[in-house]
């Protein structure tokens, strides 16, 4: 595992590297789907907002609330895909891990909660 000097060998280090590409790769997706879970909750709230101002209702094809659910509702997907292929990767590679747990897969969980109840709050109107 080690050369003569302490110095972790070649196949240490591109393990590491690879676990950290994939953890790097998963934050990535966690970034992605919080920027649209947040984006159409905010459009949720701000035509909420509007509307009890007085604010004409709009009535069309894809309302800002059908808007709001469809943006929380992809970022959840594509969390959820992104989080699945992340596991697969990692279990090819879980004999040379060592037991590392991925902080990555736990903050996707956590968004994926917290988007959960964004979803949620919008079906409900809440």
């Known amino acids: 595992m080690s050369s003569a000097e302490g110095q972790p060998d070649s196949t240490h ?3 590491d590297r690879t676990w950290l590409a994939h953890e ?3 934050m990535a997706w966690v970034r992605t789907a919080t920027s ?3 984006f159409g909750f905010t459009i949720y709230k701000f035509f909420e907002y509007e509307q009890g101002r007085g604010a004409p209702v709009m009535h069309g094809v894809l309302t800002p ?3 709001a659910m ?3 509702s992809i970022g959840l997907v ?3 895909m992104a989080t699945l292929a992340h596991r697969k990767q990692i279990r090819g590679l879980s004999a040379q891990l060592q037991g590392r747990r991925s902080m990555a897969a736990i903050v996707a969980g956590l968004v994926s909660v917290f988007g959960i109840a964004v979803l949620l709050s919008a079906i409900f109107r809440t």
Do not use: K, N
């Open 36 to 38: 649209m879970i947040s």
């Open 65 to 67: 609330r059908d808007f």
């Open 78 to 80: 594509a969390l959820v």
């Open 24 to 26: 790097r790769t998963l």
């Open 13 to 15: 280090l591109a393990i």
């Open 70 to 72: 469809v943006m929380v």
